[in-house]
Antibody
Framework: QVQLVQSGAEVKKPGASVKVSCKAS????????INWVRQATGQGLEWLGW????????GHAHNFQDRVAMTTNTSINTAFLEVSSLRSDDTAIYYC??????????????WGQGTLVTVSS | DIQLTQSPSFLSASVGERVTFTCRAS??????LAWYQQRPGKAPKLLMY???TLHSGVPSRFSGRGSGTEFTLTISSLQPEDFATYYC?????????FGGGTKVEIK
């Protein structure tokens, strides 16, 4: 079954870091980009960044430039998102999503189930 | 950055009704737009890409139109399972961005 399975919920204190994993099954992680998206409670979707596992290249939304790191471990077919210097407004569900392109047309067709990260003192 | 503005933000409709909502881009994005449906407590689900291409397995009552800066998603006959929030996302240039969403509720 083709799916993305994310790690479980996390509770962190302000200033700490969190690392969320996203394990691909049914396909090889290297074959498509992974995007990370988050959603605060009752709010819309916020795009965090992308990575190309095959090349190890990545990019982020401007307001996360220095606080997010996206990596992969292809030996275990897993992508990771690390967010550092956590603040209370980082409390959200974090999603990974596979981005496929058909010619020039790209889309996120496979999503993880989401990981709730709560930042609280 | 490309801003996407969805309207309305909230829509109340009845089962069987035809509904249309809009996504406007702050600059031209060709047809590099996808639509997603999100039910409460669930991850988003892809409905449409390239503005008007129906994703595999999505019912044909969903249709998308538009190019440039104005896009629409239409549900021809609303079904109970369609009550959800709908988001557009542009893939034209980084950073990728989402619209604020349209929540469809039962009248």
């Amino acid at each position: 079954q083709v799916q993305l399975v994310q790690s479980g919920a996390e509770v962190k204190k302000p200033g700490a870091s969190v690392k969320v994993s996203c394990k691909a099954s049914g396909y090889t992680l290297d074959s498509h980009d992974i995007n990370w998206v988050r959603q605060a409670t009752g709010q819309g979707l916020e795009w965090l960044g992308w990575m190309t596992p095959e090349r190890g290249s990545s990019g982020h939304a401007h307001n996360f430039q220095d606080r997010v790191a996206m990596t992969t471990n292809t030996s275990i077919n897993t992508a990771f998102l690390e967010v550092s210097s956590l603040r209370s407004d980082d409390t959200a569900i974090y999603y990974c999503a596979r981005v496929r392109c058909v010619g020039d047309d790209c889309f996120a067709d496979l999503w993880g189930q989401g990981t709730l990260v709560t930042v609280s003192s | 950055d490309i801003q996407l503005t969805q309207s309305p933000s909230f829509l109340s409709a009845s089962v069987g009704e035809r509904v249309t909502f809009t996504c406007r881009a702050s600059q031209a994005i060709g047809s590099d737009l996808a639509w997603y449906q999100q039910r409460p407590g669930k991850a988003p689900k892809l409905l449409m890409y390239a503005a008007s291409t129906l994703h595999s397995g999505v019912p044909s009552r969903f249709s998308g139109r538009g190019s440039g800066t104005e896009f629409t998603l239409t549900i021809s006959s609303l079904q109970p399972e369609d009550f959800a929030t709908y988001y557009c996302q542009q893939f034209n240039s980084y950073p990728l961005t989402f619209g604020g969403g349209t929540k469809v509720e039962i009248k």
